[in-house]
């Protein structure tokens, strides 16, 4: 019998909570079924192993971050709606740093879930830029330049990289709307 109050769900939530404290790497059974003062075999009536766990916070993250993305993108088009969805994606990965780690790794195409839901961060993200008339690989092109900026800032932040004392959301601001700007143009052709 499953410990009274112990679900899939609130496993897979302590896991993110605990990959968001210890990161994503500390994450083990071990380790999160000591933190809900289980023993470790109990989580298998949840999860059927690590793996597992982790494809489930994945799928969190995957549907928070893209939550967040599409409610910031709401009613604005253009720049505005680049920066307003890289502002929200840095506040995301700094707020949630285990399930942001576990949202960056391409989904494998044979587990149709986490892959449609990946889909649907990506969906959000071209449809912003959309607006600036980028199709086939000029658009993928431009959907990898602003994943790799908003990346690459991010992991450089969290790990403590940016020690001038400069303000790093103007530098961020100043980062993106340079990308942004740069959409019209942003053609291989």
Do not use: C
Not at 93 to 118: C, I, M, Q, W
Not at 142 to 148: E, H, N
């Amino acid at each position: 019998m499953p410990r009274a109050g112990l679900t899939k769900a609130s496993v897979v939530a302590s896991g993110a909570a605990l990959a968001d404290e210890a990161g994503w790497e500390a994450l083990t059974l071990a380790a999160l079924a000591e933190q809900l003062g289980v023993r470790q075999p109990s989580l298998y009536k949840h999860v059927a192993g690590l793996p597992a766990l982790r494809r489930e916070i994945q799928l969190l993250a995957l549907r928070e971050l893209q939550a967040v993305t599409t409610q910031a993108a709401i009613g604005r088009s253009g720049a505005d709606a680049v920066e307003a969805i890289a502002v929200a994606y840095r506040e995301y990965a700094k707020a949630n740093p285990g399930r942001y780690a576990a949202s960056v790794v391409a989904p494998p195409s044979e587990d149709p879930d986490l892959y449609e839901t990946a889909a649907g961060l990506l969906a959000t993200v071209t449809a912003v830029l959309d607006g600036f008339g980028l199709r086939g690989t000029d658009a993928i092109d431009a959907v990898r330049g602003l994943r790799a900026l908003m990346h690459g800032f991010v992991t450089l932040e969290l790990a403590g990289g940016y020690a001038l004392p400069f303000d790093l959301d103007e530098s961020y601001r100043r980062l993106v709307r340079g990308f942004a700007r740069s959409l019209p143009r942003y053609s291989g052709h």
